[in-house]
């Protein structure tokens, strides 16, 4: 059975870019029947973050897809050192001793790429032995083949036949002079020890696949297959990056603007995947049943966004449609968090008396703080009295209703159902049309004209505060 594995460095956030990896590896791995394997590869010491380590598990676990086994790079040094020490004893690795800051320079020389330095490819294996034994610091290179001209080839499942010349790959490093493994080496050993079958990551490692094929043929193991994925671009063409794009591409951010893990993964799935058939929403298996790796396209995908809109509309629209269909409980529950970080105490009954409100009238979580504002204060923020007065009428009139609507709310089944009996027979008693009626209450209790429906809504904020509100709003009046 297939085994796949999403290996992310600690050194940055979960990438949008990364997410969509990591999916798409869970999506085969579910649907071939297989195991998915996190791997933490944290072996760049200098440029590893706890603050990042803690943003990849809360990223991943928000996606709630989860993971069959778990593995650090860290704990496994031992298991890269075999590997090097059985290239380097198989004479397709040499030490080199040349000082980092005089390697830089070779590989940023001006005489074309860099690809070996000569003396320390051809130095005796007795001097080597012997600078080494000395305690001279080195790096150990891969020997790439000189003698002839070689291709490296592979088949990736995406893209094809790939073919590249040996000429053309210098002798990367397997270990730096610390004797700490290079990102090369470490992938490639965890990969052939932990036996995975299919290497599932983006397109901009395509380039890295030459070299690990090589190191899997030098340690005698059969490299699994690749497939890279097409990048993720923004508008521009570009690629998405922090430096450029900011928080927009990190997983963080979309949750934490109150996406639904699945509108997300859905959302993410389709850039640069196609179930083959005109769905776009799918359920998770809808997802595992279509997944395949045939379905993933060569063309890199757009995310689209905008400096006022950070978010691609197709995604919120996502968001929007399976909040619609979600049931109430469910829904209240996941607003609940969003209330009371922005400080407002509110009980979990009140909130799914809230949530049917306003389902219709989000699109991300966090709108609920919009959507639902005036649930969650004491008073209201200042409204245009000249608001509360209906359409064909005037000041006299939108009173004569507002002092009605506190003498039936005084006595009235505070119900969705009692409220709307008694306020149409109050518009009835007055002579007035429904919107007449009821639209100076909504300004009155919400202050503002556009507000979920008025009787659930007074049901939702209760006897008390809604003829305080009114009671606030007929002394507004007065003066007109």
């Not at 944290?42 to 996606?63: C, K």
Request: hydrophobic share 45%; net charge negative.
């Amino acid at each position: 059975m297939p085994r796949v594995r999403f290996a992310p460095s600690p050194t940055g956030f979960l990438h949008i870019g990364s997410a969509r990896t990591f999916i798409f590896n869970w999506l085969y791995a579910r649907h071939m029947g297989g195991t998915m394997i996190l791997r933490i590869d944290d072996t760049d010491v200098g440029r590893n973050s706890e603050a990042s380590l803690t943003s990849i598990y809360e990223g991943l676990r928000w996606l709630d897809l989860g993971w069959d086994e778990e593995y650090r790079q860290s704990e496994r040094l031992a298991l890269h050192q075999r590997m090097a020490e059985a290239i380097f004893a198989n004479g397709l690795a040499y030490r080199d001793f040349t000082p980092a800051e005089a390697a830089q320079g070779e590989k940023s020389g001006a005489h074309g790429t860099w690809l070996f330095h000569t003396g320390m490819r051809e130095m005796a294996t007795a001097e080597s032995d012997r600078r080494a034994a000395a305690g001279e610091p080195f790096a150990l290179r891969f020997r790439v083949p000189r003698d002839r001209e070689r291709q490296v080839r592979f088949t990736d499942c995406v893209y094809g036949e790939q073919a590249k010349s040996t000429a053309d790959i210098e002798d990367f490093a397997l270990l730096r002079s610390d004797g700490l493994p290079t990102y090369h080496l470490a992938s490639c050993a965890d990969d052939a020890d932990l036996r995975i079958s299919h290497i599932i990551r983006g397109q901009d490692h395509l380039t890295n696949t030459f070299k690990h094929v090589l190191i899997f043929e030098a340690a005698g193991v059969a490299a699994p297959q690749f497939a890279h994925l097409p990048l993720l671009v923004a508008p521009d063409g570009t690629k998405l990056s922090k430096r450029r794009h900011g928080p927009v591409v990190s997983v963080t951010t979309y949750r934490d603007a109150g996406f639904l893990p699945h509108a997300f993964i859905n959302f993410l799935c389709l850039l640069g995947w196609s179930p083959k058939d005109d769905r776009e929403r799918l359920t998770r298996q809808e997802l595992i049943d279509a997944f395949s790796l045939e379905g993933i396209n060569r063309s890199n995908a757009v995310v689209n966004f905008t400096e006022a809109d950070p978010f691609d509309p197709k995604a919120a629209h996502f968001n929007a449609e399976l909040i619609r269909t979600m049931p109430v409980e469910e829904l209240a529950e996941r607003l609940l968090p969003f209330v009371r970080a922005a400080g407002h105490q509110v009980e979990p009954g009140i909130m799914a008396q809230i949530a049917p409100l306003i389902q219709e009238r989000i699109k991300l979580l966090r709108d609920v703080l919009t959507a639902a504002d005036f649930f969650f204060v004491e008073e209201l923020a200042p409204y245009d009295a000249a608001e509360l007065i209906p359409k064909k009428g005037d000041a006299a009139l939108a009173l004569r209703v507002l002092e009605r609507a506190g003498e039936v709310l005084a006595t009235a089944d505070f119900s969705h159902d009692g409220l709307e009996a008694a306020l149409r027979q109050a518009a009835q008693d007055l002579g007035l049309k429904a919107g007449q009626m009821f639209e100076p209450i909504r300004v009155a209790v919400c202050g503002r004209k556009t507000a979920p429906p008025l009787f659930g809504t007074l049901a939702a904020l209760g006897r008390q505060t809604s003829r305080k509100r009114i009671g606030q709003a007929i002394e507004k009046l007065k003066p007109i």
